[in-house]
C-alpha cells in the first residue's frame, strides 16, 4: 500500500483559492489512481475528483467542475487539488486517496478547508 499525507488546508474567504497537496511514499505511485474526497459536518464522505495513472485523465463531481483542477507529478509522487472560487459549500475535510484493483484502499489523514461568507 502507499502511504497519504495531505497538506495545503485552511480558512479562507468565498470566492477565494487554496491548494491541497496530498504527498506519497512508496515506489509504486504511478500504478495508482487518485482521488479527492471531502466530508462536511453530519454529511457522508462525497467523491470531488479523480486522475489516472498517467495525468491523462481527470474526473471531478459536477459542483466542483469548472473550479477545481486536480493534477499530478508521478516523479515527486504528489497530487494537488487546486480550488478556485470557493463557496462556503465547500467546506469539508479533504482527503486523497489512491485507488487499487480492489478500490480506494489507502488513504491520508485528512485536511480542514474552512470557507467564510
Known amino acids: 500500500q502507499v502511504q497519504l499525507v495531505e497538506s495545503g488546508g485552511g480558512l479562507v474567504q468565498a470566492g477565494g483559492s487554496l491548494r491541497l497537496s496530498c504527498a506519497a511514499s512508496g515506489r509504486t505511485f504511478s500504478s495508482y489512481g487518485l482521488g479527492w474526497f471531502r466530508q462536511a459536518p453530519g454529511k457522508e464522505r462525497e467523491f470531488v475528483g479523480g486522475?489516472?495513472?498517467?495525468?491523462?485523465?481527470?474526473y471531478y463531481e459536477d459542483s466542483v467542475k469548472g473550479r477545481f483542477t486536480i493534477s499530478r507529478d508521478n516523479a515527486k509522487s504528489t497530487v494537488d487539488l487546486q480550488m478556485n472560487s470557493l463557496e462556503p459549500e465547500d467546506t469539508a475535510i479533504y482527503y486523497c486517496?489512491?485507488?487499487?484493483?480492489?478500490?480506494?484502499?489507502?488513504w491520508g489523514q485528512g485536511t480542514q478547508v474552512t470557507v467564510s461568507s
Open positions: 486522475i489516472s495513472r498517467n495525468g491523462d485523465n481527470m
Open positions: 486517496a489512491a485507488c487499487s484493483a480492489t478500490g480506494f484502499a489507502s
